[in-house]
Nanobody, 128 residues
């Protein structure tokens, strides 16, 4: 089992920044891919960013590319999402997730259904 706890959400003005963190426990964190997803009211959960176990392979949704950065610290069992130039449309509950099986195709890192464990989420609200 893997337990995930997100933190760092809050209320920020458009153009501002936030840094989300997701602390993992329960199993060997460094072997797994980590992802961030978000869900706005009335919408489906969508992919935001993901990072493979080594940290060298990262993936981003087009809507956040150039503004968000995902990173991980395996020594701290933590993955981060640095969010800059925030927009009102970034408002959502942000979830981190773990994918425990490896695949070389990026498809497997952007689909919520292909992740195995999820955190409870943290609210991010961007005021315009």
């Amino acid at each position: 089992q893997v337990q995930l706890v997100e933190s760092g959400g809050g209320l920020v003005q458009a153009g501002g920044s936030l840094r989300l963190a997701c602390a993992a426990s329960g199993r060997t964190f460094s072997n797994y891919a980590m992802g961030w997803f978000r869900q706005a009211p009335g919408k489906e959960r969508e992919f935001v960013a993901a990072v493979r176990w080594s940290g060298s392979n990262t993936y981003y949704a087009d809507s956040v590319k150039g503004r968000f950065t995902i990173s991980r610290d395996n020594a701290k069992n933590t993955v981060y999402l640095e969010m800059n130039s925030l927009k009102a449309e970034d408002t959502a509950v942000y979830y981190c997730a773990v994918r425990t099986t490896y695949h070389s195709d990026s498809y497997y890192y952007v689909k919520p259904a292909l992740y195995d464990y999820w955190g409870q989420g943290t609210q991010v609200t961007v005021s315009s």
